[in-house]
């Protein structure tokens, strides 16, 4: 989570089925951060996105 008033400290938050983990640390946020990032270059766009799924789910029988 960014947050945009500089009082504010950017945190990571990670889901577990064995709980919820907050995360304050510098080095913690920018290493998620990084990994975020990583990811956002390699996703489609929405609308590819979309349409991968139909395409996909048109293959499986309702």
């Known amino acids: ?3 945009p008033r500089a009082t504010a ?3 990571v938050l ?3 089925p064995t709980g919820n983990f907050w995360m304050e640390q510098e080095a913690e946020v920018t290493y998620y951060r990084a990994l975020f990032d990583d990811a956002r270059t390699v996703a489609l766009p929405p609308t590819e996105s979309l349409a991968l ?3 996909t789910a048109e293959e499986f029988p309702a």
């Open 1 to 3: 989570m960014s947050f």
């Open 9 to 11: 400290q950017d945190l």
């Open 14 to 16: 990670t889901e577990a």
């Open 53 to 55: 799924i139909r395409r």
